[in-house]
């Protein structure tokens, strides 16, 4: 037995020699395998090894055959794939849709369909942004992708545009930035490079494939180019170029918004790959790095531009260091991801975060005679019309399951309580007849809304299948109504007034009911916000065909940003507009006075007291009006925070601002310029909601 005992100590050690004995031969003979040095240093350690054609390869996708999703081989298994290099351990880039989650369309049902970017938006929450890229970086890497080609990010000029659920930035590039950064980290914590899209200035469907948005430096600089300064600033590997043109250039071949701006101004470390099928020619100088999803332009074209001297080697080598660096970050090399996109990544802790995501997005635009929170004593509940979770186009992921708000209200009362459905085409209860049924009820719920999609703008604002109507008919019927209004941007809401209860929660996700009965219980105090502007009518922002969607009428093909910085809530307030529901606002269970506000320097602070009965959370913003010299809006936000109390507790909140906050930018030194002179400071609950504010000269 001591014989025994002493072999097996022997072969362990002789196995512990072998494996740091391969180890260490691994690093010698792949020296770019050392964890201890950075990526970008691992980086240029195998640029070193690389040929020319293997450099090459790493800028397109498949040069042949199949290119996406495809069933009969690894190299063309997701949405968009760059070849792997066996020789040198350089992994397949396996990049694939969406924004909202990973989009499965060989294998439905098989991951969550998340809230979407505007629903996340609402929260002005961070850490549920940062809860939502983690979850969906986890789930892309258990689908075997490693790149996730979201979030998106742009700014929602236009209300009628198709895409505006996609994006986080809502109309404000301080939200942008600020709930972009924690997606980032979050996606790429879970071994998948994130892909902040579409830049830049990809900001209506109708033409999108080409329009040219003719649009200046600074408007790009102040509202159009935060949010992806924030990706940057968060470390994103990659950015995906749009397919619009932007002042006379094709966005992927564009060396102005791209070299110049991107790369050069921003700090851009990563690659740029082209939207699918947005590349119009050999790119790599302009500052493209991945023709996707095939090799049209980036593949023989740029070989032959190489050897005739158009394309340098030092271009080439620039553009694989950038693909690569981002890959030996987030850890492709260290961490081999060898799970399959036929994997069922879903489960239970998932179905609770999304749950928990959606409920702390809804907004609660109106809550009169304390028709909310329910009670759980309620016992005859009646819920009238339809579910929505998502919107479509790439963005859309189906559901591995829907909880319906009737199931979720449900699963909250007691076994003798009743809860009844009908949908909005029901003969019992719709538009044209009317719902004298819904008198019976305790509590109605009403759903309306409308979706979009990718492809096309919104061809108006108004809910599908007459809802405004619908609601209304409801609420005179039974005023102990709520009206729950799903949509994917800005919406009209004629009935508003009539209304005792107004929620939004924008694209829900699958776990639409569960995250609704959290807020209409109480459970969840509501503290999201508005992130667009709810206007009164269609094109309240007086966009000219110019602008949107563009001259000539017939086939818009220029789009011009003439109104500059004055658009969303900065056009209402620059024309003094009251709009149905300002930007920023969002109501709680509980009520908060502000009160104390003091600027010391950079530093604002304030005292902030839930002055209510229950506990909760509120959300102060502090906007800053600048000096009328430099020709800002009359208030932009700067800052914003969340702050839950007990009922009867105080809190000192402190906001501080950098100079960026007090600077415009300069298009003739091509910079952040600090402007001098007075400065108004406005806290509040809301753009429109105003409850402290101060003057000093800066």
């Known amino acids: 037995n001591k014989l025994k005992s002493n072999m097996a100590r022997i072969s362990s050690l002789v196995v512990v020699v072998v494996v740091a004995f391969m180890a260490t031969n691994s690093v010698a003979l792949r020296p770019w395998m050392n964890k201890q040095d950075p990526p970008e240093e691992r980086a240029k350690k195998l640029l070193a090894e690389m040929s020319l054609d293997d450099k090459l390869v790493m800028t397109h996708g498949p040069p042949s055959g199949p290119c ?151 408007t790009r600089f102040e509202l159009y180019y935060p949010v992806f300064q924030g990706a940057i600033d968060a470390g994103v590997g990659s950015m995906m170029c749009s397919y619009n043109k932007i002042n006379g250039n094709w966005s992927c071949e564009n060396s102005g918004t791209l070299a110049t701006d991107l790369k050069e101004r921003m700090g851009f470390k990563g690659f740029v790959m082209s939207d699918w099928g947005a590349t119009h020619s050999t790119s790599i100088n302009q500052g493209l790095d991945i023709e996707m999803p095939g090799a049209g332009h980036m593949g023989v074209n740029l070989a032959q531009d190489i050897a005739n001297g158009n394309v340098t080697k030092a271009k080439l080598d620039d553009t694989v260091l950038r693909i690569l660096t981002p890959m030996f970050a987030v850890g492709l090399f260290d961490n081999p991801n060898n799970n399959s996109r036929f994997s069922n990544v879903t489960s239970a802790a998932h179905n609770d975060a999304c749950r928990k995501i959606s409920a702390h997005a809804h907004v609660l635009l109106k809550n009169e005679k304390n028709t909310l929170p329910f009670k759980k004593s309620l016992m005859k509940v009646l819920v009238a019309g339809d579910v929505i979770t998502h919107s479509g186009g790439s963005g859309n992921v189906v559901p591995s ?245 007990k009922a009867g507790e105080s809190q000192t909140v402190t906001f501080t601002l950098t100079n960026a906050d007090f600077s415009i930018w300069d298009a003739n030194t091509h910079s952040l310029s600090k402007v001098t002179g007075s400065f108004k400071f406005f806290l509040g609950a809301s753009s429109r909601d105003i409850r402290q504010q101060t003057e000093l000269f800066m």
């Open 68 to 218: 996406c999703e495809c069933k009969t081989s690894p190299l063309c298994n997701y949405t968009g794939n760059v070849a792997p290099n066996p020789r040198l351990g350089i992994p397949a880039i396996k990049m694939n849709d969406g924004p909202q989650g990973f989009r499965d369309n060989n294998n439905p049902g098989s991951t969550t369909s998340w809230p979407s970017s505007l629903t996340v938006a609402a929260s002005f929450d961070p850490k549920i942004a940062g809860l939502w890229g983690t979850m969906m970086g986890n789930e892309f890497h258990g689908k075997g992708a490693n790149v996730q080609l979201g979030p998106g990010v742009c700014f929602a000029r236009v209300p009628r545009n198709g895409r505006n659920f996609e994006y986080i930035s809502g109309e404000d590039p301080a939200l942008g930035y600020n709930m972009i950064g924690p997606v980032i980290q979050g996606i790429q914590s879970q071994g998948v490079i994130a892909n902040a899209k579409h830049y830049v200035m990809n900001n209506q469907e109708t033409n999108r494939n080409s329009v040219d948005e003719v649009v200046d430096e600074r």
């Open 401 to 645: 399951r829907v909880v319906t708000p009737a199931d979720g209200i449900k699963s909250r009362l007691s076994s003798s309580a009743t809860v009844d459905y009908l949908a909005s085409s029901d003969s019992k209860c719709n538009a044209d007849t009317g719902c004298d049924i819904a008198k019976g009820y305790d509590a109605v719920v009403v759903l309306v809304g409308t979706t979009s999609h990718e492809g096309a703008d919104r061809k108006n604002l108004d809910l599908d299948n007459n809802g405004s109507t619908y609601a209304s008919k409801i609420i005179a019927a039974n005023p102990n109504t709520v009206v729950v209004i799903s949509t994917p941007g800005a919406i009209l809401l004629p009935f508003a007034d009539s209304a005792n209860a107004l929620i939004t929660n924008f694209m829900p996700g699958q776990e639409v009911g569960s995250a609704l009965a959290d807020v209409l219980f109480g459970d969840v105090n509501p503290s999201a916000r508005l992130p667009i502007t709810f206007p009164n009518i269609e094109n309240e922002q007086n966009f000219t065909q110019s602008q949107w969607p563009g001259l000539p009428a017939s086939n818009p093909e220029t789009a011009t940003y003439s109104e500059g910085l004055f658009v969303g809530y900065r056009y209402y307030d620059q024309h003094n507009i009251k709009p149905k529901f300002a930007f920023g606002h969002g109501l709680s269970y509980t009520t908060f006075d502000y009160s104390n506000m003091k600027v010391d320097g950079m530093t604002v602070t304030f005292t902030l007291k839930n002055t209510g009965s229950v506990d909760g959370t509120e959300t102060p913003q502090l906007y800053l009006g600048f000096p009328k010299s430099a020709g800002e809006p009359p208030q932009v936000l700067r800052a914003f925070t969340k702050v839950t109390l």
